[in-house]
């Protein structure tokens, strides 16, 4: 069983930066690919990144690629993402998931462990 708890969302205007934190319970993170999620009112889930169980691999989606960045401290157990360049479409509920394989996916499907997110807000 692995918990996460995010943090760092909040209100900021466009083009502010933000880092979302997610902290995982457990002795085994390095063996779980990480991912963040984001889901606006009325839309669905949609991913955001990806980073396997070592930081090395990791994969965006089209709409913050270049402008977002995920990283890892395994010793820590805490996955970031750093939102820079921040646009009022990035306003979400953040969410973190835990993936059981050290290999990242972009897929909803594939992950396991949820946190219960945290809001960003970006304002015009």
């Known amino acids: 069983q692995v918990q996460l708890v995010e943090s760092g969302g909040g209100l900021v205007q466009a083009g502010a930066s933000l880092r979302l934190s997610c902290a995982a319970s457990?002795?085994?993170?390095?063996?779980?690919?990480m991912g963040w999620f984001r889901q606006a009112p009325g839309k669905e889930r949609e991913f955001v990144a990806t980073?396997?169980?070592?930081?090395?691999?990791?994969y965006y989606s089209d709409s913050v690629q270049g402008r977002f960045t995920i990283s890892r401290d395994n010793a820590k157990n805490t996955v970031y993402l750093q939102m820079n360049s921040l646009k009022p479409e990035d306003t979400a509920v953040y969410l973190c998931a835990a993936r059981t394989t050290s290999v990242p996916a972009t897929s909803i499907s594939g992950y396991t462990y949820w946190g219960q997110g945290t809001q960003v807000t970006v304002s015009s």
């Open positions: 980073i396997g169980g070592n930081g090395v691999v990791t």
């Open positions: 457990g002795r085994t993170f390095i063996s779980y690919s």
